[in-house]
């Protein structure tokens, strides 16, 4: 391997960010999702220069990025997300459709594996951690896709996706405990054992939350964002090694900025802790240090993911038949959940399921004791990008519908004649006393 010069790797490197940012504008046009082109741009780059980078272990460098761009793309949700009465349904919908097809497509998943390795020696255990990564929804490809569709409709994706995140970390690292204890000499922790320590990462979280919103409020100096952060990532990475389900931490304290009313205002002491001036400047700059920071590492992520690609992995049959058997039972899950919790306004959300950033972020962490060595890397690959088209075609074909409606519309203007304004009340206005009518 010939070494990589420093102004080599620079010039490369913001290249690609260069690219990735027209790679965002063509998929705002085209609905290809960006980090597709991201893989491919990956994979481009392996095949062109295989001398300088086909020997070099990116396995370290893609469990970091994976991790970081975790933390900022599920910051950058909670940050989106407004919680309000009228918001309860549509969330706990969402966080519903969430938890059962995660644990539907897990359970279905892993007959598939079992029913192809059973016989090579997989257990059921090993069957459900290699099934679970599969079964989680990729908000690193959701929610920078779904910006163009109907509020409602993209709200429900920002929701879904962000809880499947968590939700499905959370499932992972339950089912991984039982290995972990074995390594270590220690008891497994029990399921209510769990659901303490989840508790206790709520409270943890919350606790943490008000401390560090009326603290950094009270910071004059100017750079303050990028410390916040640091702080959160070393909440999380502390989290990690006391077992706690840390991405709760980071979900708790974005929902709690982008919410300071609901959290601070039940309570008069508590409601006069807050500068609103002073959070609406962080919660201004944080958003955007979030967002730029996400599209960074994630642009990173998937084109270095691109690199450890092996392209002959997708053309055993093997691997086409379980990984299609898969993608089927993902769809098909879908579609019962959404008919019977939605209706039948199912596009395209039947068909944004894609699979992505913490899926291999999980393989990468399924522990030694449950490593099954005749399982297929390829299946991997073929359901994110299988998953990924489907979800492409999808949404082309939703903008078609939307722009055939627009054109058919514009084709048959209503008669204004038989229209009249509708009243307006202006009476709870300052300073308005008349209303229109």
């Known amino acids: 391997m010939e070494e990589l010069g420093t102004y ?17 504008e063509i998929s705002k046009r085209t609905s290809i999702p960006s980090v597709l082109m991201l893989i491919v741009l990956g994979v481009v780059l392996k095949l062109s220069f295989a001398d300088k980078v086909g020997d070099i272990d990116f396995t370290y460098l893609l469990g970091l990025l994976g991790i970081v761009g975790l933390i900022m793309i599920v910051l950058e949700a909670a940050l989106e997300l407004k919680l309000s009465r009228d918001q309860m349904v549509p969330i706990g919908k969402a966080m519903l459709i969430a938890a059962a097809g995660l644990m539907l497509s897990a359970w279905i998943c892993a007959e598939i594996l079992l029913y192809f390795y059973g016989a090579g020696g997989m257990t059921t255990e090993s069957a459900w951690l290699y099934a679970t990564p599969l079964s989680i929804l990729s908000s690193a490809i959701i929610i920078p896709s779904v910006g163009s569709l109907r509020k409602d409709k993209k709200e429900f ?12 970390i959370i499932l992972f690292y339950y089912l991984t405990g039982p290995f972990d204890a074995a390594a270590k000499g220690e008891d497994p ?36 964002l990028f410390l916040l952060i640091a702080v959160l990532l070393l909440a999380y990475s502390i989290g990690k090694i006391y077992h706690l389900s840390s991405l709760i931490m980071i979900l708790v304290f974005g929902l709690m900025f982008a919410n300071i009313n ?22 201004e700059g944080l958003h955007i240090v979030t967002l730029e920071t996400a599209f960074v590492v994630r642009t990173f992520f998937f084109v270095i993911f691109g690199l450890t690609i092996v392209p002959s992995s997708l053309l055993s049959a093997e691997v086409a038949i379980i990984s299609i058997l898969i993608i089927a039972s993902i769809y098909l899950i879908r ?23 913490i899926t291999v972020l999980l393989f990468s962490a ?13 299946i991997l690959l073929f359901v994110i990008i299988g998953t ?18 627009i054109r058919k519309a514009e084709e048959s203007p209503v008669d204004l004649s038989i229209w009249s304004t509708p ?15």
């Open 262 to 283: 609901l959290f601070f205002g039940w309570w008069a002491p508590l409601k006069k802790l807050i500068q609103p001036k002073k959070i609406a400047e962080i919660f």
């Open 8 to 24: 080599p790797l620079i010039i490369a490197a913001s290249l690609i960010i260069i690219i990735s940012f027209f790679f965002n």
């Open 157 to 168: 994706h920002i929701y879904e996706s962000t809880f499947s995140d968590i939700l499905g």
């Open 189 to 224: 922790t029990g399921l209510l054992a769990y659901s303490g320590i989840l508790v206790s990462t709520v409270l943890i979280a919350l606790a943490g939350s008000y401390v560090l919103i009326i603290l950094f409020q009270k910071l004059k100096s100017h750079v303050k």
């Open 366 to 378: 399924i522990p030694g004791g449950a490593e099954f060595l005749g399982f297929q890397p390829g």
């Open 423 to 437: 009243g307006v009340d202006l009476s709870g206005m300052e300073g308005g006393e008349a209303s229109a009518h």
């Open 388 to 405: 990924s088209l489907i979800m492409t075609f999808s949404m082309i074909q939703d903008k078609k519908r939307a722009g055939e409606a």
């Open 335 to 357: 579609f019962v959940l959404l008919r019977i919790f939605v209706g039948k306004d199912l596009l395209p959300q039947l068909f944004i399921a894609p699979r992505g950033l």
